[in-house]
């Protein structure tokens, strides 16, 4: 079956880094996304890995691996408004967003 | 950038009506377009995917006979809740594929409805 796996809640202080990991077994690949989602909202896109490495993205960065089915979320200098949860989902063989449960991430002063 | 619209944005319906939700790709064209709903504290979970001019695919365990899609153009797709239940409040949120794009992989969301059911 098709699984992704993420942290349910995380808490980091305001300033601090973060790193939000995600494992995923999917039939095929065909790219990893981020997306945050604020109570009440639809989620907003983030950042797509679907090669190796580390994609930044100002004070969010992304990170694959593609042989070990693992991903990570770095967020930077953490700002109150960064307090939302943020979603993993990787699209399958048919182009199909498997998403991940979420992680809540609180931003404490 | 491409911009994704819903209406309505909340609703409040008596158990036994019919909700009508439209999606709408403002400045792209959609030829998918898929439905998620998402229950307090809960991930997406697709409802179905909607393709322009031909039936939608359902995900196991949604009723297509409830949930009725139809995506009648490139810009709009609508989900109808028939015969509503209060089980069925949710956040309703749809997401478009834009068909010109090279790209396989961005999904633009709408801003999602909030359907209550009493």
């Known amino acids: 079956g098709q699984n992704i796996d993420q942290p349910t809640e995380m808490t980091a202080t305001e300033g601090a880094i973060v790193q939000i990991n995600c494992t995923y077994q999917t039939s095929g690949f065909n790219g990893l996304f981020w997306y945050q989602q604020h109570a009440g909202e639809a989620p907003t896109f983030l950042s797509y890995?679907?090669l190796d490495g580390l994609e930044e993205k100002g004070r969010f960065s992304s990170f694959l691996s593609r042989s070990k089915g693992y991903s990570y979320l770095l967020l930077k200098e953490l700002q109150m408004k960064d307090s939302a949860s943020y979603l993993c989902a990787v699209m399958d063989s048919n182009y199909q967003l498997i998403w991940g449960a979420g992680t809540k991430l609180i931003i404490k002063p | 950038g491409a911009v994704v619209s819903q209406h309505p944005s909340w609703v409040i319906c008596k158990s036994g009506t019919s909700v009508k939700i439209e999606c709408r790709s403002l400045?792209?064209?959609?030829?998918?377009m898929f439905w998620y709903r998402q229950f307090p504290k809960q991930s997406l979970m697709l409802m179905a995917t909607?393709?322009?001019?031909?039936?939608?695919?359902?995900e196991q365990g949604v009723e297509k006979d409830k949930f009725l899609i139809n995506h009648a153009s490139l810009t709009l797709s609508t989900l109808t809740v028939t015969s509503a239940h209060p089980e069925d409040s949710s956040f309703y949120i749809c997401?478009?594929?834009?068909?010109?794009?090279?790209?396989?992989?961005?999904?633009?969301f709408g801003p999602g409805t909030r359907l209550t059911v009493t």
């Open positions: 909607s393709n322009e001019g031909s039936k939608a695919t359902y």
């Open positions: 890995n679907v």
């Open positions: 997401s478009a594929r834009d068909s010109t794009s090279g790209d396989h992989y961005e999904q633009y």
């Open positions: 400045d792209f064209q959609a030829t998918t």
